[in-house]
């Protein structure tokens, strides 16, 4: 079992971290930054996350700001 | 729950990154901050910072920072290394800096072995100016000043610098490394470790190409720039570790 | 050699590189380059024996770099050169004075532009005054005249590096550099600098700190420019510094910087002993330059002759603090052999036919 924490401020969009996660976790949400690109969520319903990390490592903004496990 | 992963302690308080979405500097600084703080290095690490799109670095990394001119950074870190040996001195450049303008001064600091740690990124074109033919731009590669492709009659060949640098004496590791993937961004971080711990041993110059990729400038999606990084840039440049004094691999 | 009271013979050159050391300069960085290649010479075999740095640079790009990244972290530092060489370190010098960093430069001038070949010439006036480098800066200029000056302002140079946090260069030439003269070395007179608020030693008890000059907004970079010239109003103020002789009674001034100062003291003996009313003035300091007092000898109603090794470079400056009060006349040779004291006598009675508002140039 895991969980992350996204920092939405940090968010690019780049989605990096949707194509990382290896479990799928991570969506692009339908809110936008005040740029107008639509943000990344973690949605984890069947507690599924194992705290891999990956998609902290990958993420080149530190958007996802802590990984528990 | 026990946490994994937070933001490393070397970062500035409430830093933001002024790159762009997908750009792999963003790990790339990331994994210099988690070594410093890892090898308790911060509080004495006095880095040479670049002109670039590595220009900012001393509004990310919580440490001393001193300005170098455009390819001046190994030049400037072997001053503070002579002036201060036992500090920690490192540099952070791009290709254009480290191994174009800056050629002489990184490959001399190489040949001296300088007790300097040397980071550049390679991303096969100059991206702070919007993505110019650089010295590791590679043949065919489109850019706004070889908008025909890079060819050998205009333009000439593009330079492996983690081999170059390899072949000087005084080099003591040396090692080309890539960030499209999660475990090479592992082994990047093994290989900066690396080439930070010689410095502390006092073994040479430590160095670092990470492969990077610019999705602005190549006008790709992220995703299909660490695609490009696999299949067009790691033919040319292969991964791998050059040199490393401590396990007696030379070239 | 050490720092002490005895006279010794020795070359204008290894004079600067042994005060270099008695003045605290923990690492020396230098490229060969005549007339200046003996300083090189000369740490390459001290700097070791004291354990502190010395490195023979790729270039001197590099050396300079060197030098910025040897500052930053609080200690003195310098390296030397000559002229065309020194062009090469223009860029880097437009940001140590940007960064505020206590440079040091040696430039032993010779002939140019160009390659210019070894003569001694003054033609780097500009180039150290004005800089070469890009944007609004300003460098401390100081200029020996004798051996035993090579060694007074080195010593200066570093103290004044430090206490102002701004690029000095000692601008001396290939005659000074070459030319043995009985000097004294003393002890260094300036005290330390305290650089603790600001130097790079890592970030070990306190924030942080990053030394750089790229305005993260237009604001601010207007204000760091305001900034760096009123810190040398200050300069100014406090420290240009002059020489004089014999100006009182004088109805011409010659002037001149580095060692033409030498001639033109003996000129103007030998003109006074024609019953011409000559003086002698002379900056020490090229920037800031002494246009105050060289406005009140104008004022005074005292004509100006400039007697330099070059095509005017200095005139111009003199010409400018005058400010039409007086006439100011001019005496070169572009390079080579100095002006003769003969030359200058016989020079300065022609410009007086034309009430010195006129050059006379030597070939």
């Given amino acids: 079992m895991g969980k ?46 194992i705290g891999c990390a990956m998609c902290a490592k990958r993420c080149p903004d530190m958007a996802i700001t802590e990984v528990y496990r | 729950m026990q946490q994994v992963f937070s933001i490393p302690k070397s970062m500035k308080k409430d830093f933001r990154y002024t790159f762009c979405p997908g750009c792999d500097h963003g790990v790339a600084i990331r994994l210099v901050a988690e070594l410093l703080d890892e090898m308790n290095l911060r509080e004495k690490a006095i880095c040479s910072t670049s002109i670039g799109c590595s220009v900012f670095l001393y509004d990310f990394l919580d440490v001393d920072c001193v300005e170098a001119p455009h390819g001046r950074a190994c030049a400037s870190a072997t001053g503070v290394k002579r002036a201060r040996p036992d500090k920690f001195a490192f540099t952070y450049q791009g290709d254009g800096d480290f191994a174009s303008i800056g050629l002489a001064e990184s ?49 000439g060949y593009p330079i492996r610098i983690a081999e170059q640098i ?33 410095q502390v041993q006092g073994l040479g110059f430590g160095f670092v190409e990470i492969l990077s990729s610019c999705p602005t400038n190549w006008h790709m999606t992220p995703q299909e720039a660490h695609e490009r990084v696999r299949n067009e840039m790691v033919p040319v440049f292969p991964l791998g570790v050059y040199k490393d004094v401590t396990t007696e691999k030379g070239v | 050699m050490t720092d002490n009271n005895e006279k010794v013979l020795i070359k204008g050159n290894y004079a600067i590189a042994q005060a270099a050391i008695n003045a605290g300069c923990q690492c020396y960085f ?12 000369y740490l390459s075999a001290e700097m070791p024996k004291l354990g502190r740095g010395y490195v023979c640079a790729e270039s001197e790009i590099a050396a300079i770099n060197m030098v910025v990244g040897a500052v930053s972290t609080g200690v003195r530092a310098m390296t030397t050169s ?26 032993v001038m010779r002939a140019g532009p ?24 300003k460098i401390i200029v100081l200029a020996p005249s004798t051996v035993q000056e090579c060694i007074d302002l080195t010593y200066r140079a570093f103290y004044l590096a430090q206490k102002y946090r701004n690029p000095v260069i000692l601008l001396a030439d290939g005659l000074l550099g070459q030319m043995m003269e009985p000097a004294c070395f003393g002890e260094n007179p300036y005290p330390e600098v305290d650089v603790s608020s ?26 760091h420019v305001y900034n760096l010239f009123k810190k040398f109003e200050v300069i100014a103020e406090k420290e240009t510094t002059y020489e004089e002789f014999q100006t009182e009674d004088a109805e011409i001034v010659l002037t001149a910087f580095g060692s033409m100062t030498r001639n033109i003291k003996a000129a103007m003996k030998v003109l006074r002993d024609k019953g011409i009313k000559a003086g002698c003035f002379r900056p020490i300091t090229l920037s800031p330059f002494p246009h105050k007092r060289i406005l009140e000898l104008a004022t005074e109603g005292k004509n100006f002759v400039v007697v330099e090794m070059n095509m005017g470079q200095m005139y111009k400056d003199v010409k400018y603090s ?25 020079a300065v009675e022609k410009l007086m036919e034309k009430n010195y508002a006129a050059s006379i140039q030597y070939s």
């Fill in chain 3, 114 to 137: 160009g390659l210019g070949y070894i003569y001694p010439a003054q033609g780097d006036y500009n180039q150290s005054v004005y800089g070469g480098g890009n944007g609004d800066y």
């Fill in chain 3, 322 to 346: 005058v400010e039409g009060r007086s006439e100011v006349g001019l005496i070169n040779r572009p390079v080579g052999e100095w002006l003769s004291v003969e030359e200058i006598v016989e």
């Fill in chain 3, 30 to 41: 230098g490229y060969p380059i005549t007339p200046q290649t003996e300083i090189g010479e």
């Fill in chain 3, 198 to 223: 600001w130097a790079l030693t890592g970030a070990k008890g306190r924030e942080s700190r990053a030394i750089y000059s790229l305005g993260p907004n237009e604001k601010k970079q207007i204000q």
């Fill in chain 2, 166 to 198: 390899a072949l000087c004496d005084g080099t003591a590791y040396s090692a080309r490394v890539a960030l499209d993937t999660v475990p090479h961004i592992n082994q990047a971080k093994q290989a900066l470790k690396k080439a930070f711990e010689v």
């Fill in chain 1, 4 to 49: 992350i924490i996204i920092d939405t401020n940090r968010c690019k969009s780049c989605y990096l971290c949707v194509s990382t996660c290896p479990k799928g976790l991570i969506k692009k949400s339908d809110k936008t930054n005040r740029l107008g690109d639509y943000l990344v969520e973690f949605d984890d319903k069947n507690n599924e996350c």
């Fill in chain 3, 82 to 107: 000559s002229s065309l060489a020194v062009a090469l370190m223009q860029e880097a010098l437009s940001y140590a004075a940007s960064d505020e960093l206590p440079v040091v430069l040696v430039n």
């Fill in chain 2, 107 to 155: 490959m001399h600091t190489a040949l001296r072995g300088e007790c300097v740690s040397a980071i550049c990124i390679n991303n096969t074109t100059y991206g702070m100016t919007g993505g110019q033919l650089g010295p590791t731009t590679i043949m065919g590669q489109i850019t706004t000043t070889s908008p025909y492709g890079r060819n050998r009659e205009y333009y």
